[in-house]
């Protein structure tokens, strides 16, 4: 465990072959070994899950599962796709996931299938081959509470087969659950080893940030204005109906569902990433057309994606272009010269307002650790004062030290009259944060409910079926 930017990332990637150190001396079986190139580790039996999704979009789900290895042929050279579908399918049951389909394209799924097929890839032949250490960074980020307990299980046979795991997470519950011994780094250095038995979560955060986190959700910093920002009096896409609902200055609004409830869809409907069959909503009073990406920040939209890498980020990009993005007309003269004094003066505002932690805004986006990628993308939501911030899951992978500094920079924005809408997995962030939580089910507004005084439990019960 570690804050981002511990180094625990940059330690798989020496032990997966992709990073080369200055200094190391690794030893498997009490034997010194040599790992130069990814092809060192697989012999040695390392088999990765790391955090990022690097599926070939344009392949199917099968072909993503055997891509490192040969696929099965007929007369010597034509791949036998029937055998190829059947050896997936027979891969994913070993996980218990029965509702992928091998032959559909892997762009089609969700972030959390997309994942579960890069975890079921690691599985591929590990009876046939030496595979005896299995590192796994944050497998389980985009993960449902169904989908995280049948890798659960998986680990546990592994365990019982005597396979080695190592397991980064930031979700802290996951740690006490399944780990024997945990290991803490902090600015690239390892702070302590220590047995699960007799370690308490105070302590792990403590070890992680040298610094007791007394709250984990800051307190609001301002009341709710009386103003209504965003009106939806009706909104449907070929996804999602029946949306109605208000949004005050200031106000924090959940979205709760399970997964496929319909909860992202909502809001990249009001981003203008979704086409919208019905779109009668109202920004400050004033009545909008059907707005496309573009149009929807000039109106004073924001929005973070609940996909960083895939949906919001250039990754080859610098920190300064993906900040002033969605900005660039108002940062040139005449909306044709862009003003590169003023673009630069203002990413590197904005960057120190998010306390991003980054060689300056020069440094290319994929170097950075999850939780500094998506404070730039915090960043650039600040760059203008949004009216209406849309949030996809603002922590999904983000360790607890920065999940308390995007939650007080949710604080601030509401507290400068931003009207905000939160779509979350983490039941206790929305009861933590907002005041009222609008909840999804079947992919149509099921429920719209204060906050205060509700438990996990009522939330759940919520989103599974109607109150009585």
């Known amino acids: 465990m570690g804050e981002n930017g511990a180094g625990k990332s940059t330690l798989i990637k020496i032990l997966a072959g992709v990073v080369t150190p200055d200094h190391v001396e690794i030893r498997l079986q009490d034997r010194p070994v040599n790992i130069h190139n990814p092809q060192d580790a697989f ?19 099968a072909e993503n599962i055997f891509v490192s290895l040969p696929y099965p042929r007929r007369a010597g050279f034509l791949v036998d796709w029937p055998r190829l579908h059947a ?25 959390g299938d997309q994942m579960l097929v890069k975890i079921a890839s690691a599985f591929v032949g590990a009876d046939q081959s030496n595979a005896s250490i299995y590192v796994m960074d944050e497998p ?36 006490f659950q399944i780990c024997d011994t945990v290991t803490v780094m902090r600015d690239g250095r390892v702070v302590e080893t220590r047995p699960i038995q007799g370690t308490t979560p105070n302590d792990l955060i403590r070890l ?26 009706d909104l449907s896409t070929r996804r999602i109906g029946g949306i109605r609902f208000q949004l005050r200055a200031g106000e924090i609004l959940g979205v709760a569902g399970l997964t496929g409830a319909g909860c992202s869809e909502l809001l990249r409907a009001l981003i203008g990433a979704e086409r919208c069959l019905t779109y009668d909503v109202l920004l400050d009073d004033h009545l909008l057309p ?84 998506q404070k730039v993308l915090f960043a650039r939501a600040m760059m203008q004062t949004p009216r209406v911030l849309l949030l996809d899951e603002p922590t999904r992978g983000v360790d607890v030290g ?67």
């Open 87 to 111: 050896d997936a399918t027979q891969v994913l049951a070993q996980l218990g996931i029965h509702h992928i389909d091998p032959r559909q394209p892997i762009a089609r799924l969700s972030p």
């Open 290 to 373: 059907p707005l496309s990406p573009a149009r929807a920040w000039e109106a004073g939209f924001a929005y973070v994606p609940e996909e960083r890498r895939a949906q919001g980020l250039m990754l080859s990009r610098t920190i300064r272009d993906n900040i002033t993005l969605p900005h660039l007309q108002r940062l040139s003269r005449g909306g044709v010269f862009l003003n590169r004094a003023a673009e630069r003066g203002a990413s590197s505002a904005v960057s120190q307002s998010v306390q991003l932690r980054a060689t300056g805004t020069e440094q290319i986006t994929r170097q950075l650790s999850g939780g500094n990628q």
């Open 43 to 61: 012999t040695l039996g390392l088999r990765f899950i790391h955090q990022e999704l690097n599926v070939v979009s344009q392949l199917s789900v």
């Open 402 to 468: 920065a999940k308390f500094d995007i939650y007080s920079l949710i604080r601030n924005f509401s507290a400068r009259g931003a009207a905000i809408l939160l779509a979350s997995s983490d039941l206790n962030e929305l009861l933590g944060l907002c005041d009222r939580i609008l909840v999804m089910r079947k992919r149509r507004q099921a429920a719209l409910v204060e906050a205060a005084g509700l438990s996990a439990h009522d939330l759940l019960t919520l989103c599974y079926e109607a109150p009585a």
């Open 208 to 233: 992680m940030t040298g610094r007791q986190l007394e709250q984990t959700y800051p307190a609001r910093l301002a009341p709710i204005g009386q103003a209504v920002v965003l009106d939806v009096r």
């Open 140 to 175: 389980t980020a985009a993960l449902t509470g169904d989908e995280t307990a049948r890798l659960f299980h998986v680990i546990s046979e592994l365990k019982a087969k005597g396979c080695a795991v190592l397991y980064v997470t930031h979700r802290m519950e996951e740690v």
